[in-house]
Nanobody, 124 residues
Framework: QVQLVESGGGLVQAGGSLSLSCAASGRTFSSYVIGWFRQAPGKEREFVAAIRWNTGTTYYAVSVKDRFTLSRDNAKSTVYLHMTTLKPEDTAVYYC?????????????????WGQGTQVTVSS
């Protein structure tokens, strides 16, 4: 079993920055992908970014590329989502998830383990 705990959400002004953390526990994650998804009010959950634990390869949605950056700390089993130049449309509940997708890293159905989510609100 895998447990994921997100933290770091909050309220920030447009143009500001915020970093989210996803602490993982329960097993080794060398073969896992950690993905970040978000869900805005009234909208479906969407892919934000993902990182392969063993290689550090990252993937980003077009809407966040060049603004969001993923990093990981192996010793802490934690993945960080660094968000800059935030926009009001980035407002959502952000979830981290763990799975082993080989290709479709953007597909939430391939992630069996999910955190509880953390709210990010960007004011204009």
């Amino acid at each position: 079993q895998v447990q994921l705990v997100e933290s770091g959400g909050g309220l920030v002004q447009a143009g500001g920055s915020l970093s989210l953390s996803c602490a993982a526990s329960g097993r080794t994650f060398s073969s896992y992908v950690i993905g970040w998804f978000r869900q805005a009010p009234g909208k479906e959950r969407e892919f934000v970014a993902a990182i392969r634990w063993n290689t550090g390869t990252t993937y980003y949605a077009v809407s966040v590329k060049d603004r969001f950056t993923l990093s990981r700390d192996n010793a802490k089993s934690t993945v960080y989502l660094h968000m800059t130049t935030l926009k009001p449309e980035d407002t959502a509940v952000y979830y981290c998830a763990a799975g082993t997708p080989l290709t479709r890293y953007y597909s939430e159905s391939l992630y069996p383990y999910w955190g509880q989510g953390t709210q990010v609100t960007v004011s204009s």
